[in-house]
């Protein structure tokens, strides 16, 4: 069922707040079963790229499609639509504070009004199951859970309608090292079992080499680089040589490919 | 299609079909979410339906996509137990190992029957707690003042003044409206009835003593708990979300100091002035609406008010807004510093805060009519 229609399309996206621009001309495909990383310095528009992909944010020029469809002139019909087909693991977890663990991940089964209490409880079992958080965790409130745990329940509730694509904004931010590994392996499980595609902004290279199948690289308000990361590391920029050839940058490539 | 073969039943989802006396049902299609969609029900009880047949075959590798909603569609119409002929692809069985490992959703947590002694008790002891909180906020804020006395170079200047004019200079303009309007209809509805006794120049007793003594002081009382007071609740409650108290604390920079002192002060100045300012409208409203409608001369209204109104009403209509200004601020700072870090909290957190300073406000009004039953009153014997 691999088709070569990009699931994501960019085109010619320009943003400006007032008169400081932030993007100009991006142009970007996002294809079928691929995990995406987006990377780029502090300020250089990451997350402004991504709330622009889910419409949350409307650039000052050029078009978004999603799935074949643009998304800021259809209808809302439409719109609802495409957004059921996919998750958003938003970077501060984004839980409803007023909801325990299980509403919070049956709140988006139960809008859709076509599924039985019976299966909505099966499915927030297994989404659980899947993330690994255990059953008596459920009726807890998310202000009692720990950050981890946060990150694992807001996973689930981004994979509740069994999404065709996923966003996932900083997953590791913010984990101590063994639980952003965990997190990282979590990932690739459910990709192996989900036909998932995967968008990701992240600044730990450690979540991006271990996850990305391809890496966009964002600096000087445009895409400088977009590829597989063996390639990228070849690109003479500034921001690339600073970014993944520093010495963390070394330290963490080493074990995944060769360095220039 | 061979002759033994008979379709007995079709549709986009399933086909069964019965060959050599074994009858057999293979899912087509995509199980999915977004393809099942308002379908759901009804393939689910359909499913359902046919898993009661025992010796039903079933066939599940022609089924192009399934996902998690589709596999719990059919495991539900197996009654979570596989049947006994199944084929199926191997990535699909992954997801039935899945269910079949899944645990039973636990039980909410029931109520106890005791429930209504328990939360009156409950609240009793909320109670207790907020009034000893508020009590201890009080004692610190004073030993504050103390600190203050002895090291006058560290008096928050710069919050007062900010408070006084967040509290004070911005709410001049709805204080006002309200005024005026609660003027003209005081004034409008009593100068009738004075009217039809020939008693209109008694208007301006009734006008100035119930305004300056009562409804200039409780409507501004009234109209600040719930503007000024809403938001230092709420801008304590964002701090609080945001962690600036804890960075203020590990600063060694008391709240008590720099954040409750500043507003019971700033609100303390605030409020009498306001009074004053909202009781000179309402009064404004009240003789023009007096002019209008019996012809009561406003220049002889003016000269006649000191008259009517001894000047220890004045006084005490400020006293209380010192007093209410003060409580407000104590009361919205507790509130605010109880505030935990999350959106439930800050929005009841911003209510209670409200609820309570409006009824302490009422509370003090009360007090004072008791202890100042006897002062500013002619009672003309």
């Known amino acids: 069922m691999i088709n070569n229609d990009p699931i994501i399309e960019l085109q010619g996206l320009y943003t400006r707040f007032g008169s400081h621009v932030i993007h100009k001309n991006i142009n970007l495909n996002i294809y079928q079963g691929e995990i995406l990383s987006l990377v780029g310095g502090s300020g250089s528009g990451k997350t402004t790229l991504l709330r622009q992909m889910l419409s949350l944010e409307i650039p000052a020029q050029g078009s978004v499609k999603i ?51 019976e299966m909505i409880r099966d499915l927030v079992m297994l989404k659980l199951d899947m993330v690994e958080v255990e059953a008596q965790h459920v009726n807890k409130m998310p202000a009692e859970l720990s ?78 680089a977009v590829g597989e990361l063996a390639d990228i590391i070849k690109i003479d920029h500034p921001f690339i040589k600073e970014f993944f050839l520093g010495e963390r940058g070394r330290n963490v490539l080493r074990n995944v490919l060769t360095l220039p | 299609m061979l002759p033994s073969n008979h379709i007995d039943d079709t549709s986009p989802w399933y086909q069964i079909t019965v060959e050599q006396n074994i009858s057999c049902i293979k899912l087509t299609g995509s199980y999915t979410l977004a393809a099942l969609d ?200 964002v701090m609080r979300v945001t962690e600036e108290l804890d960075a203020l604390t590990v600063m060694g920079i008391p709240h008590s100091l720099r954040l409750v002192l500043p507003k019971i002060i700033g609100l303390g100045i605030a409020m009498p002035l306001v009074v004053l300012w909202t009781s000179a409208i309402a009064l404004l409203g009240g003789i023009l609406a007096a002019d209008l409608q019996i012809g009561l001369n406003y220049k002889y209204a003016l000269s006649n008010l000191p008259d009517a109104v001894p000047v220890a009403n004045l006084w005490i209509g400020m006293g209380k807004g010192v007093v209410c200004g003060m409580a407000i601020a104590l009361i919205a700072c507790h509130f605010g510093l109880r505030i935990k870090p999350n959106t439930e909290s800050l929005g009841e957190g911003t209510t209670n805060s409200v609820v309570t300073s409006i009824t302490a406000v009422i509370l003090i009004d009360a007090i004072f009519a008791v202890i100042f039953s006897n002062v500013g009153l002619k009672i003309r014997s």
């Open chain 2, 38 to 237: 308002q379908q759901l029900q009804k393939v689910g009880a359909k499913l359902t339906h046919f898993a009661t047949q025992s010796d039903l075959h079933w066939d599940l590798t022609s089924i192009q996509q399934m996902d998690h909603a589709g596999a719990v569609l059919i495991w539900r119409a197996w009654k979570m137990h596989r049947p006994a002929n199944l084929l199926i692809r191997p990535e699909h069985e992954r997801l039935f190992t899945h269910l079949e490992k899944a645990r039973p959703a636990p039980k909410p947590v029931r109520r106890d029957i005791l429930w209504p002694i328990l939360t009156l008790g409950r609240r009793f002891f909320l109670f207790w707690d907020h009034l000893t909180g508020i009590i201890t906020l009080l004692g610190q804020v004073l030993l504050n003042v103390l600190y203050l006395v002895k090291h006058p170079n560290q008096i928050p200047l710069r919050e007062i003044s900010a408070n006084l004019f967040r509290t004070g200079a911005q709410a001049l303009s709805i204080t006002a409206l309200v005024g005026f309007l609660i003027g003209i209809v005081l004034s409008y509805l009593s100068s009738e009835q004075l009217h039809s006794y020939g008693a209109d120049m008694f208007i301006i007793n009734i006008l100035g003593m119930s305004i300056v003594r009562e409804l200039g002081p409780m409507l501004a009382a009234i109209l600040v708990a719930g503007r000024s007071g809403s938001s230092m609740t709420a801008q304590l409650g």
């Open chain 1, 67 to 117: 799935l074949g469809h643009s998304t800021y002139d259809c209808d809302l019909e439409l719109l609802r639509s495409l957004r059921n087909r996919s998750g958003v693991l938003f970077q501060q977890g984004a839980l409803f504070s007023a909801l325990n663990v299980y509403d919070n991940i049956a709140l988006p089964m139960r809008e859709l009004h076509c599924l039985t209490e």
């Open chain 1, 147 to 224: 950050g981890g745990m946060i990150k694992r329940v807001a996973l689930a509730r981004a994979l509740a309608l069994d999404p065709e694509v996923l966003f996932l904004d900083e997953p590791t931010a913010g984990l101590d090292p063994p639980l952003s590994e965990s997190f990282i392996k979590l990932i690739q499980t459910l990709r192996k079992e989900l036909t998932l595609t995967i968008i990701m902004v992240t600044h730990d290279l450690d979540t991006l080499a271990a996850l990305s199948t391809r890496v966009a690289v964002l600096a000087d308000q445009s895409l400088v």
